[in-house]
């Protein structure tokens, strides 16, 4: 696929309606987070689970529960922007929230979480930045471009 110069990654933070499919997304209201400097990474890591068998003096490992993981982005802090209000206004709550991502090539990844932190940065001669760090409840979605 040719990239076009315009296209960019983008992150939407939706609502708490209960999402199970990628349908459930599809239906879900999202709002653009912009002014985007750092995206952290995100995607199922297993437990794994360990024991010790007599017979063959072998230590065996198997998959246990999955999890996604906690996935950290980073803004240019932006007071007005509807996204980065969004974002904060969740940090402050206990509900979890569908997130939307879409890559540059036009790629969508669907997932739900917290949003447990809203760290911000600050500095002479720096653009003020926020932190949030969204703590993934469900599994991860991904829809092809």
């Known amino acids: ?6 296209m ?3 992150v939407y933070l939706g609502t708490t309606k209960p999402a199970l499919t990628v349908a ?3 239906t879900d209201t999202f709002t653009e987070v912009t002014g985007l400097t750092s995206l952290g990474d995100f995607g199922d890591e297993f437990e794994v689970t360990e024991f010790n068998t007599i017979n063959d ?4 490992k198997v998959k246990g529960s999955a999890d996604a993981g906690n996935w950290d982005f980073e803004v240019a802090r932006d ?3 509807a996204g980065q209000i969004a974002c904060r206004a969740a940090a402050k ?8 991502v879409v890559l540059v090539d036009g790629s969508k990844f669907y997932f739900s979480g917290a949003i447990t932190s809203a760290k911000l940065t600050f500095g ?5 930045k926020q932190k949030f760090q969204v703590g ?3 599994e991860v979605f991904e829809v092809a471009a």
Do not use: C, L, Q, W
Request: hydrophobic share 20%.
């Open 1 to 6: 696929m040719a990239f076009s110069s315009t």
């Open 8 to 10: 960019r990654t983008k």
């Open 24 to 26: 459930d997304y599809g």
């Open 57 to 60: 003096g072998r230590k065996h």
């Open 79 to 81: 007071p007005g922007d």
């Open 93 to 100: 709550s206990p509900e979890v929230y569908n997130v939307k």
């Open 124 to 128: 002479e001669n720096t653009v003020n």
């Open 136 to 138: 993934i409840t469900t």
